[in-house]
């Protein structure tokens, strides 16, 4: 299956660990035309999304992602989020983002104050949007979580209003898609996994979409983010002849 | 030079459960007064200034920009007057 050619950028901070992760689905199994960005560029490259990958930028110090904020290249990523350009934040990518101010809220410890790596469940809250036009809302994807600082807070004004605006994209769910106490590994507000910001073109998620894209070894359900993504960015009416990549 | 001690620690909204788990811990020590256990940061920064409100306002404006984030923690502070090369 060919995939419509964008071009992706991953920024890499020191102590970035899932920037390669990121690169090889996009580049690998999507085909797409997908580069570095170090932390220190002042400029974007022209390309159509940004992905802010997970790991531990500046080695988590003062607080997850308060420093990688502050990175040159994040001046770029906010000028081009707020010019409408797609902006991904997985895991310590979503923190960078709160951090920055181009999501709401914050994470805090996790409230078992463990960190923890493992398959969750999620369910899709809202599939009209950029990153989730390939799911369908209440469909359930299973995609694992790894962070020891995914326990999403915000106060009750600001998550009304993510409600609201249809902001919250995943909840961590059972498997029959409930969302329970039991099914919430980090104590986050209403169970919430993952959000985008007012205008839909930011979207920061805890679990690791790409961590579950290649069929080689697991579970496929992230590809649906990253599909949907390609789909947002390339012209609509080609959008019909996307499937699931099946790797022989 | 002046120096400035800042206190940063979460907000009353939010539940602290690293000061929580202490506090089960400091309960198990057979502490049983200790009613409350919170956790946050101490920071000392030494500014390079003699006027004290413009120590006031770099720390002010440091609380602010990077050391706390105010949706999630609160930060007080003092500063005095040090002499020059005193270690932090």
């Not at chain 1, 999403?152 to 898609?177: H, M, V, W």
């Not at chain 2, 920071?43 to 105010?70: S, Y």
Request: glycine share 8%.
């Amino acid at each position: 299956m060919s995939y419509p050619k964008q071009k992706f950028g991953v920024v890499v901070f020191p102590g970035s660990n899932c920037d390669h992760d990121a690169y090889y689905v996009l580049k690998s199994i999507f085909k797409q035309d997908t580069r570095f960005l170090w932390h220190k560029d002042s400029s974007l490259d022209g390309v159509d999304a940004v992905i802010l990958p997970g790991g531990f930028s500046y080695g988590d110090y003062l607080r997850c992602g308060a420093i990688a904020r502050f990175s040159p290249i994040m001046k770029e990523v906010t000028a081009f989020a707020n010019d409408g350009g797609i902006v991904i934040g997985i895991c310590n990518g979503f923190q960078v983002l709160c951090e920055a101010g181009l999501l709401p809220g914050a994470l805090l410890r996790n409230e078992c104050l463990t960190f923890i790596c493992k398959f969750v469940d999620l369910r899709v809250e809202n599939s009209e949007t950029r990153f989730t036009s390939e799911c369908k809302t209440g469909e359930v994807l299973h995609i694992p979580i790894a962070h020891g600082e995914g326990n999403y807070f915000a106060d009750d004004d600001t998550l009304e209003r993510l409600e609201k605006n249809g902001q919250i994209l995943f909840r961590y769910c059972s498997p029959d898609g409930s969302i329970t106490k039991e099914s919430n590994p980090n104590g986050s507000s209403g169970n919430i996994a993952g959000i985008m910001n007012a205008t839909g073109n930011v979207m920061g998620l805890m679990p690791h979409p790409e961590r579950a894209a290649d069929p080689l070894i697991g579970p496929i359900d992230g590809q649906k983010i990253f599909q949907s993504v390609i789909k947002s960015i390339t012209k609509y009416e080609q959008a019909n002849n996307y499937s699931i990549v099946e790797r022989s | 030079m002046y120096l400035a001690k800042i206190t940063i620690i979460l907000r009353k909204s939010i539940l602290d459960i690293q000061g929580k788990a202490v506090h089960h811990a400091l309960n198990s020590l057979h502490m049983n007064l200790v009613e409350e256990v919170r956790i946050g940061k101490f920071i000392e920064m030494k500014i390079n200034t003699g006027d004290q409100e413009e120590a006031v306002r770099i720390t002010n404006e440091a609380c602010k920009k990077l050391l706390a984030n105010p949706v999630m923690e609160d930060f007080s502070f003092t500063v005095e007057k040090i002499s020059e090369g005193f270690g932090i």
